[in-house]
Each structure stands twice: as C-alpha cells, then as structure tokens.
C-alpha cells in the first residue's frame, strides 16, 4: 500500500495503470496525474530503460506547464517498453495494443514524445480517436515542423532579455543541441537580430564568434550532417560549450546538462530552458546566486503543447502561433517579475504559480482531486 502511493502528494497522481500483454510483448504504464482543468494531454514515451517513476515525473511536470499555460487540460504522461527503432510492423502492433487497452480510459489524450512521432499518432487515432500530434492529412498541426517549441522559447527569450536590459538585436546567443527546438528558436531569434555565435550536436560544438548563418547550418543538419562540418568556425568539443561567452544560452537537448559540477563555467546573462529539466535544482540555484537568469523549463518550452491543445480544439496553425506568442510572453513576465520581488529562483516563483493554478481548478470539482 505504501509503496504504491509513493509518488503520491495532493496533486496527484489520479490513476497509474500498468498495461501488460504477454501474446504481442507489451509491457506499458499510463499515469494520470491530475485531470482537475480537463483530460490530461502527455507524451508517449517508447524505450527500453523507461520506469514508472520516470513516467510519474514527467506526468506531473506535464501537469505544470499544462496549468502554466492555462490550458483546459491536466497532466498525464504514458511509457512503453521497447527500442524504438524495432521493425515498423512490430512498433505499429504494440502501439495500436497499448491504445486499444487504453480505449475507455478517457481522462488521457495521447500526444508524441521521445521514440514517438505523429505516424505513431495516427495508429493511436485510428484505434481509439483520441491523439494530438497527428499528420496534418489528419487535421494535425506538425509542430515540430513548423517550430511552435521554438517560437514561444524565442517569446520567453525576448521578455527575460528586457529583463536584463540587453537588446535582443546583436545578442549572442549558444545553442546546446541544434535540433527540432533549438534551430528552430534559433530561426525566429535571427530574424529578431540575434547573432548564433555557438551551436553543438552529438558530434561536438561549432563556435564562431563573428556569427554562423543559421540557415547555411540548418541546411546542413537536415542533411544529416554534425554542425562541427560547417566549413566557418572552429570546431570545439561538445562539453566547450558550456565555456562560450554570449548573452543567451539555450539547452535543447537532454536532462541535467547542467549540474553542480558545471554550472560555474556558463558565461551568459541569460538561459532559456528548451529541453526538459536540462538544469537540476542546485544548478539553477548556483545560476541565480551569479545573477544568471533562468527561465524554467514548463514556462519557456511549453510551445508544443500549446500546439498540441490547439489541435485538439480543431483551430489553425496561426491560432496556434498567436496562443503561444501571448501565453509565453505573459507567463515569462510573470514569473520573472514574482522572482524578481521576492528574491526567489525563477523556477520557485513558476511552480508556485503552476500549483497554485491547480489548485484552485481542483477546488472547483465535485471531489477534492478528481
Ligand atoms: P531533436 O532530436 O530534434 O534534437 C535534439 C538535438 O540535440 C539533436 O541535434 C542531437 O544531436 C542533440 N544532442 C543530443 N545529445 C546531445 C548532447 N549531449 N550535447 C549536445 N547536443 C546533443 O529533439 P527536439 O525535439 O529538438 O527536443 C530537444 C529537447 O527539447 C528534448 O529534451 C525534448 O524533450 C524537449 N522538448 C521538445 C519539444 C518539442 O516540441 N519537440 C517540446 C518541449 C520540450
């Protein structure tokens, strides 16, 4: 009994079900973790070393920036065990089997995540009609596509640079991890002035201070090239980055790249969380005691999905951009601004902000949690 409540608290989580399926080898866990605002909207995670801890974690990091974003939806995040990578046969028949189990299960809209993309979201559409992230042929938003993670991070970036006093024109900006998020940012960051000075990938890090054309560099990375084969700049170790000097540094990449062993090297004004929780707890503390501003993850990286609920609703990629574009800039500010005059960690000020929105959804609802 007492284990199995060991990730309980007063948000949640609602339900944890464990999917098992000996005939077709699937093994899968669902949390919901709060439904108080409405169905909750999370990720499908698909890989071999996932756990149903990790899954909790991740439910109830969705319930944050679900409620930060003032979204009719709570948290909710699902995991099936297995390489992605397996034959597309047998990914397509242990995802369609997860969701069939999952079919009256409606407090969970299924969304894609790590392992997952919107084919995967199509299957899930087709077994139960209940996925966000599908093809556009679909009535999907492709929001990596498009960039919607990376817009509002080019918003939250924007509002915490007034912050600071540094115009955003000329602003030097580091990029850990130029993929779907970062480049993206990236993009709207340049066309707002912004100068790439660093980006790096799994092959290392590619520094230029005078400036890297970012569609020269986007190009080459959608052709499956490492930044480091850029053929200006120097080419650095991935770890170097953490060392450039910019006003803007921006994790997209993977969790807990910045800890307490590394969180003294960071030279920059300014980090926009792109990936998620690429900074522990410490580290973000240590940042805010050297007056580095940290924008934390759920408030900066909560473009996708903002995308994502707007899908659900059957509304455009436009209302998308524009819902983003005002939810990122307000909550940026907000959360900043309660920082700033209590003299609390951004990430403080966002989770209080975050629970406090929870809370008072649940207290709207018949019984307490549910
Ligand atoms: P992606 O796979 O498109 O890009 C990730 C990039 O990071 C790749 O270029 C990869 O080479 C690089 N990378 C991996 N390990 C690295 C390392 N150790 N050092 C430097 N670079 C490294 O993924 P994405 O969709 O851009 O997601 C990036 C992060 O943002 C993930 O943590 C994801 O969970 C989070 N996120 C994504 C979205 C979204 O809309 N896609 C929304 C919210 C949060």
């Keep these: 009994m007492d284990s199995a409540f060991r990730f309980a608290d007063d948000l949640g989580p609602a339900k944890i079900i464990l999917v098992h399926e000996p005939a077709c080898a699937l093994k ?59 034959p597309r046969g047998d990914k397509e028949r242990l995802i369609r089997a997860f969701a069939g189990a999952l079919a009256d299960e409606r407090d969970y809209i299924f969304g894609p995540d790590m392992g997952t993309d919107e084919q995967c979201m199509a299957w899930v559409h087709d077994e139960i009609g209940r996925a966000v992230g599908l093809p556009r042929e679909l009535g999907g938003i492709p929001l990596d596509e498009i960039g919607a993670t990376g817009w509002g991070l080019a918003h939250a970036t924007e509002v915490a640079l007034q912050d600071s006093g540094c115009p955003l024109a000329g602003a030097r900006v580091a990029i850990q991890g130029f993929g779907a998020v970062g480049r993206n940012a990236m993009r709207f960051l340049g066309e707002r002035g912004a100068v790439l000075v660093a980006a790096s990938d799994t092959g290392g890090t590619l520094h230029d201070p005078n400036g890297i054309d970012i569609a020269a560099l986007t190009a080459l990375k959608k052709a499956g090239r490492s930044v480091v084969s850029h053929d200006r700049g120097e080419a650095l170790t991935g770890e170097a980055i953490l060392d450039v000097a910019c006003d803007i540094w921006i994790p997209a ?65 436009s209302t998308a951009f524009a819902a983003i574009e ?45």
């Design 28 to 86: 899968a866990v669902l949390v919901v973790d709060n439904v108080a605002a409405g169905p909750a909207i999370g990720g499908l995670r698909m890989a071999p070393d996932v756990s149903v801890e990790e899954c909790a974690r991740l439910a109830r990091a969705m319930t944050l920036k679900n409620a930060a974003a003032g979204l009719a939806h709570g948290g909710g995040k699902s995991v099936l065990f297995g390489d992605p990578r397996m």
């Design 253 to 317: 990449a993977r969790p807990d790249v910045i800890n307490e062993s590394n969180a003294e090297r960071l030279n920059t004004r300014l980090v926009v969380e792109g990936a998620n929780i690429p900074a522990t707890e410490a580290a973000e503390r240590r940042l805010h005691q050297r007056g580095i501003l940290c924008v934390p993850d759920f408030i900066a990286n909560a473009g996708g999905v903002i995308c994502a609920a707007v899908e659900y609703h059957g509304g455009t990629q």
């Design 326 to 370: 005002e939810k990122l800039r307000r909550n940026t500010d907000e959360v900043l601004r309660d920082a700033r005059e209590r003299g609390v960690t951004p990430r403080v000020a966002a989770v209080q902000l975050a629970a406090g929105r929870v809370r008072k959804a649940m207290a709207t609802r018949r019984w307490g949690v549910f």
